[in-house]
């Protein structure tokens, strides 16, 4: 019944929804789906079926919300038919609420304590608007013993239950709301005594702009300020265009009871309709802005996750420092700890002499082939004492994020593998790892803590859990697990797993040595065959005798190679490793029911390079030699950096001086941008021009224009300007450590 509805919303056919509708309701995942099913779903892309999936879900929420609320008003004695009709058609959850807000059980109001008075006869008869003496129409219910001493009482009486109808009235409050939805202003205030205690938020102390214009990161700003008490905020349009429409459809004629309307109108909208869409306002808002910086932070995510990986290469990683020193490990090629100590190379020991023997001993001693150099405290001093050290130029040297690190040291998953080891090691250890392979040692750590997010704290945390682990979930399966080495982290997000099924893998390889075919998986205790489907093509076994469970062919697809082996009189060795005989098959020979030529083409492709890793080869960097504190730096110099954040507003990029610079939109391209997501890509090299920079604050304005000086550079940093409060620049954005970042906006570029 859906079917219809989702396949216009999201511009494919009908049936495609149908069929992704019944994989989803029989268990079948995401990735699975995407993969494994494309002629029942005509190709559907792992986006569409996501958002068939999570749409399909609202409506079905939406159904069973209606059928609660006919329920209600069936069992009150309410339910007309016109009401059914209206409530049947009720295509969102707002207007749904709305129909039902008359017939809601509410607490005691002041409509409540007038119509225990007898006061309704009254309302409705004012409501008429017919003329007549209104002492006339009040008399008849000045009663004492129901404490309606005087005409007024009755009057007033009465016009608090024509504010309560007309704030009930679904038509008018769904004009009420567009008018919010597109006049509406959210305007902030310094809370008085607070000046001092609220400076990080001195942008806002007094502020306003359109609500449905605000960028998210503002608007998540602002409500953080509210949040801790500093700031106060209001959202309504104009309040007499408010009124003025109210009056339009509820004041008829010219009469005295026409005016108790108007003023029962201007009660209505000021003490019940504005704070009641101004909370819906609030909450609509809200999750446009948490749908975007979780968008953001989801694509930032991805591109962290699919970061390209070393491989599996010996690694020595240090985790730099200078009065507690350098903590160094040792791995090897599977991630594995061989040894770990401690060097002082950096100041107030200085023991350069030997940290350098050590390093050279245990890369020798261990055969290193890459050493991993944490990007925290000390970073580009210990980059670059082992740069000097002469070793191997074979020997690869990265600086790799630290963020998220010591979260892992101090997690149940680090006590777990390593018991016996302090967190310094646990730490040194996830640097080393983090090079060799990204996705699967960052899945070991809550995503909000690796510090790609923006406001990860203030959007709502279940849509934030809920959009993160279908990124993890997608980056897993589509890189691919090897089943024998792989921790129980990276095992969950496995397409049909689980956390409970991957602790089973782990003890069954632990009990009886490594897992030698897809077919053993099971032997797997409560590994049955939907867990088997769903998951097997995601897994691979390097060491199998059969080269298609390297692969990500799927066992179910095993029959349909061979049968092309035996057509080509070959072997499915020769087939994988010989294209020129594979290039003689006609695919179409192969189509049966269920599988047609979308995955004859995957399967084809599959064999081609077996198990291929979709991320891209691992490239070294270097941060300039002569370049590591904010104070080296000077207006034009070039430099070479890494992207590590991207917004809305603008990129954060490292250039080795223990500060993220920023990018502004303005200066990411010579060219207009909409988008930095469409521009520049997590962990991507750059080459950028310092704009700006203030010292004493460490913060850098960065370019990636070609001329960011238009034609001429200054001799002297951009003077700053006053503004008129039309041209009030961006205000900075409280984030934590991104506060600092954001205040670079400060100046020279324009929100």
């Known amino acids: ?178 008018l919010f939805e597109r006049h509406a202003i959210i305007s902030s205030k310094l809370l008085k005594g607070k000046e001092n205690e609220a400076q990080k938020y001195k942008d806002y102390f007094e502020w306003e702009e359109s609500l449905a214009k605000i960028p998210s990161h503002r608007l998540l700003a602002m409500r953080r300020g509210e949040k801790e008490m500093f700031l106060g905020l209001d959202i309504a349009p104009d309040e007499m265009e408010a009124i003025v429409r109210l009056k339009r459809r509820f004041v008829k004629g010219n009469h005295p009871s026409s005016d108790q309307v108007a003023l029962a109108v201007t009660d209505a909208y000021k003490r019940l309709m504005k704070p009641s869409i101004e909370t819906e306002a609030r909450l609509w808002s809200k999750k446009k802005a948490d749908e975007e910086a979780i968008q953001v932070f989801s694509e930032n995510l991805k591109q962290l996750l699919m970061s390209a990986p070393l491989g599996q290469k010996k690694v020595m990683a240090l985790d730099p420092g200078f009065r507690t020193g350098c903590k ?62 002469g070793l191997d130029a074979q020997i690869t040297i990265a600086v790799v994020s630290e963020n998220g690190a010591s979260v892992y040291s101090a997690s149940e998953v680090a006590r777990r593998e390593f018991p016996a080891e302090d967190v310094t090691v646990r730490g040194a250890v996830s640097i080393g790892r983090r090079l060799m392979d990204p996705l699967a040692e960052l899945v070991k750590i809550d995503p909000k803590s690796i510090g790609v997010g923006q406001y990860q704290h203030d959007v709502d945390q279940s849509s934030l859990k809920k959009s993160l682990d279908d990124v993890v979930e997608g980056c897993v399966n589509a890189v691919g697990v090897e089943l024998n080495t792989a921790s129980r982290e990276l095992l969950t997000y496995v397409s049909g797993l689980g956390p409970q099924l991957a602790s089973n893998i782990v003890e069954y390889r632990d009990q009886n040595g490594p897992i030698r075919t897809r077919e053993e998986l099971k032997s797997i205790p409560r590994l049955g065959a939907k867990a088997f489907e769903q998951a097997a093509g995601f897994l691979r076994i390097r060491e199998s005798d059969n080269q298609l469970d390297r692969s990500a062919v799927h066992p179910e697809s095993y029959g349909i190679v061979e049968q092309m082996a035996r057509d080509l009189n070959s072997t499915v060795s020769h087939l994988i490793d010989n294209g020129t005989l594979r290039s003689r098959l006609d695919l179409k020979r192969y189509a049966i029911d269920g599988i047609g030529m979308p995955t004859l083409k995957d399967i084809l492709s599959e064999l081609d390079k077996p198990g291929r890793d979709p991320r891209e080869a691992f490239t070294a960097f270097a941060f300039a030699d002569h370049v590591t504190e904010v104070a080296h730096l000077s207006i034009g110099m070039k430099l070479t950096g890494i992207v590590t954040n991207i917004t809305k507003f603008g990129a954060f990029v490292d250039v080795g001086v223990h500060q993220d610079g920023l990018v502004h939109i303005s200066h990411l391209s010579d060219g207009f941008v909409s988008d930095p997501a469409k521009v520049v890509t997590l962990h991507q090299q750059v080459h950028v021009t310092v704009t700006e920079v203030d010292v004493e604050r460490k913060r850098i304005s960065l370019s990636l224009k070609s001329d960011p000086f238009g034609h001429s550079k200054p001799k002297t940093a951009p003077k700053k300007t006053s503004r008129s409060k039309q041209q009030q620049r961006e205000p900075k954005t409280p984030d934590g450590d991104l506060q600092s970042k954001l205040a670079a906006l400060k100046g020279k570029f324009k929100s």
């Open 328 to 389: 160094l490990v040792c791995l090897d090629r599977q991630g594995k700890l061989a040894e770990h100590g401690k060097i002082f190379p950096n100041a107030p020991q200085k023991d350069t002499r030997t940290a350098g023997e050590t390093i050279r001993h245990l890369v020798k001693k261990h055969q290193i082939e890459a050493i991993a150099i944490g990007n925290g405290t000390a970073s580009r001093e210990t980059e670059q004492f082992v740069r000097q050290l």
């Open 1 to 178: 019944m859906y079917h219809e509805k989702i396949a216009g919303e999201l511009g494919v056919r009908p049936q495609q929804v149908v069929a992704c509708t019944q994989l989803l309701d029989e268990g079948a995942t995401v990735p699975f789906i995407a993969r494994y099913r494309k002629e029942r779903t005509g190709s559907l892309e792992d986006i569409q079926i996501t958002q068939i999936r999570d749409r399909l879900q609202q409506l079905r929420d939406l159904d069973q919300r209606r059928e609660s609320i006919l329920k209600s008003i069936q069992e009150q004695g309410k339910l007309t038919p016109d009401l059914r009709k209206k409530i049947e058609s009720a295509e969102t959850m707002t207007v749904l609420e709305d129909l039902y807000l008359p017939y809601r059980p509410k607490r005691r109001t002041r409509a409540t304590i007038a119509r225990e008075k007898g006061l309704e006869p009254l309302a409705q008869e004012i409501l008429k608007q017919q003329g007549g003496h209104l002492a006339r129409l009040a008399a008849p219910y000045v009663e004492a013993d129901n404490e309606i001493e005087t005409h007024e009482d009755a009057l007033s009486g009465a016009r608090d239950i024509i504010a309560e109808m007309i704030n009930e009235d679904a038509s008018a409050r769904a004009d009420i709301r567009k």
